[in-house]
């Protein structure tokens, strides 16, 4: 359970575990719901707003489950609605689409998010690189470049996680 005095935060995180109930990570087989937990926490490191907060709990809800943008927007409001539109890709990784114009289409979109959106999306990379390097180094020699694009493109999030962000990349690419 994720513990948190705000009811905006509880009631992000009940739709959260509810929408990615049975959903297991890619890499670890642990419950999805982990990881919005882990982005919300690394996003708590920073900043006290619940509306950011309860966006990072349901920062994967539209794109990994049948949860729309509109369903957000009806329950939590505009703000956090914002925020998790702006997080998700607008290309879906259905395979319909050849991998490099998806995600130029998707870093399009993500150059347009609000600064507070981009916090949110730097710790989901903070939780998702490690992984994506420790369980499948072929897919991570692919997917650290873009992260490193990502991180180029977003300019106004938490300076911090930015920073933090910034120095695993490096790192990383050292060791590639």
């Known amino acids: ?61 539209v794109e990994d489950t049948d949860v729309t943008i509109d369903r957000v927007m009806h329950e939590f409001g505009a703000g956090v609605a914002r925020l998790v539109a702006a997080v998700t890709n607008v290309v879906e990784n259905d395979g319909s689409v050849p991998r490099r114009v998806k995600f130029a289409t998707n870093l399009k979109h993500l150059a347009a998010a609000p600064s507070d959106a981009q916090t949110i999306k730097f710790a989901d990379m903070l939780d998702n690189v490690p992984s994506i390097v420790l369980h499948d180094s072929k897919f991570a020699s692919v997917y650290i470049p873009e992260k490193i694009m990502v991180l180029g493109i977003l300019k106004e999030g938490d300076p911090t996680l930015r920073a933090e962000l910034e120095g695993y990349l490096a790192r990383l690419v050292m060791e590639l």
């Open 1 to 61: 359970m994720f513990l948190y005095s705000d009811s905006m935060v509880t009631d992000a995180f009940s739709m959260a575990n509810e929408a990615h109930a049975g959903q297991r990570r890619k890499y670890t087989g642990e419950p999805f719901i982990a990881h919005p937990v882990r982005v919300a926490i690394k996003v708590m490191s920073v900043c006290n707003d619940p509306t950011v907060i309860a966006a990072a709990l349901l920062h994967d809800v």
